[in-house]
């Protein structure tokens, strides 16, 4: 069917859609499958009727069986945003209607509208996203992932094998790239397979492998009110979307990594492990993140050729995708850094910070005290315990668990930073010791601050996991003694620039690191 004979239906719902009937005002946008039609607080949603290599809406009883799957999906996390699926009726008048009696003539899925302002990948452009926010996304998405009914006839790797093949087949008609860099990059990714495959296969049997969102990044996340809300999931192929949880939360991580906000990455990976158990498939993260971009490459650079003007900015898009993906490729070691110092000396705050750059993307599992000690507890992060759940006892608990769940990571190549107040010298004994055989790179950072500055911090903090107080960080001072044997730093300034000295440090670009050290507990 050819795309101009949806002509009359679009014209038709422009005036009758509505609840203004002025078809002036209905804003088109136009992708390359869908046409969606805009005005005041309604979206209607078609199928274009494209025949595609991998999608075929060229009858309007396709179109329709995929609208109504559209709407079963995308009500899994977005119900208030799809409201129906409304048929396009031949009248025997000879003209249309809505959910009419006669033949099917097309359909569309009839939508809240929301404010493209709220849209992530508006907010992503705009420097408009936050810590709380992406935390509760993470949320969302861990939620979602777990009511998922696991679906154990796919096969971790051959499904990963079905995306290269068709990764492989979109490179070859394109001219984008040189023969040999799409060679080899398709071999770096065959042998990252090879190597993943038992990984891959072992999660799909452990029920990894589900009926995922499928196309989850930034553009397809808002804000609605108020919390974030995923929509547009990939509803025509049931291959491509049932897949590792892992490599449907991939697509979010690298999108957010490509646009150089790593520690937002960062921060949604380690909240979603803290709700979902996905220890095991870290080793996985760096690759799936990297065939995100891949296909991303593909898809842009098949762009190219029809592209007109825009041909060059494709052209370097898709560039920048395929660099992204080696560079994701690229081996990283696991290592371990304990960030440590007095209630109120910054540490969560550095741990953000360095985490992207420690081991594989998207960097380090940030183990915090605090966490775990809510955790320990059944409680959220931010819900203040009684004094009782910090006895020494329960503490010790704590940083035992800390360790432990270090000592599972560090042998599967994952970075690790252990954010505590580790003011016991058997704690940070024991959490040096964590690497695999001793091989594991550590480094201990220890933050220090004047006690007036330390207790001001404290007294600031509001829906914190540290419940520390003024008299916490007395009683802390009056029998802390600071480790020797670790690096030490000065928070005195202002936080972002302690962050960005522990960057330094971590990176190893700090010209005199024992230098500047002394110099600032002098000025403290």
Known sequence: MPAQSQDETIAFLKSAAFDDGDASTVETVVTHISTILLSGERAIKLKRPAHLPYVDFSTPERRLTSCEQELVLNRRTAPELYRAVRQVTREPDGGLAIDGSGPLVDAYVDMRRFDEDCLLDRMAMEGTLTVPLMARLAH??????????????????????????????????????????????NRRFRDGLTRLAPLLDARGAAGKIRRCHGDLHLRNICVFDGEPTLFDCLEFDEAMATTDILYDLAFLLMDLWHRGLEELANLVLNR????????????????????????????????????????????????????????????????LVAVGGLSGSGKSTVAAAIAPRIGPPP??????????????????????????????????????????????????????????????????????????????????????????????????????????????????????????????????????????????????TTDDPAGEREDDRRKG
Request: with cysteine; glycine share 6%.
């Open 363 to 508: 960097g380090a599992r940030i183990l915090a005290s605090d966490r775990i000690r809510k955790h320990l507890f059944g409680v959220a992060a931010e819900t203040p315990l009684p004094a009782e759940c910090y006895r020494p006892q329960v503490s010790e608990t704590v940083y035992a668990r800390l360790a432990e769940q270090a000592g599972a990571i560090l042998p599967l190549g994952h970075g690790v930073v252990a954010d505590a107040v580790f003011d016991r010298a058997p704690d940070r004994e024991r959490i040096a010791g964590m690497g695999e055989g001793g091989s594991t790179p550590f480094l201990g950072l220890w933050l220090e601050a004047p006690p007036e500055r330390l207790v001001e911090r404290v007294a600031a903090r509001r829906d914190d996991p540290s419940d520390a107080t003024p008299e916490v960080v007395r009683d802390q001072l009056s029998r802390s003694r600071a480790p020797a044997d670790w690096m030490h730093l000065s928070s005195v300034a202002e936080i972002g620039a302690v962050a960005e000295a522990a960057r330094r440090i971590v990176d190893g």
């Open 272 to 335: 979603y492990l803290d709700e979902s158990d996905e220890t095991d498939g870290l080793p996985l993260l760096a690759f799936l993140m990297a065939l995100r971009a891949a296909v991303r490459a593909h898809v842009t650079a098949t762009r190219v050729a029809e592209a007109g003007p825009d041909a060059p900015t494709l052209r370097a898009e898709a560039h920048d995708y395929f660099a992204l993906a080696l560079d994701l490729l690229r081996p990283r070691p696991g290592r």
């Open 140 to 185: 969302r998405i861990a939620v979602f992932h777990a009511g998922i009914a696991p679906d154990r006839s796919v096969t971790g790797s051959a499904q990963v094998a079905l995306v290269l093949d068709i990764n492989e087949r979109a490179l070859a008609t394109t001219d984008v790239f040189p023969a040999a860099a799409v060679d080899e990059f």
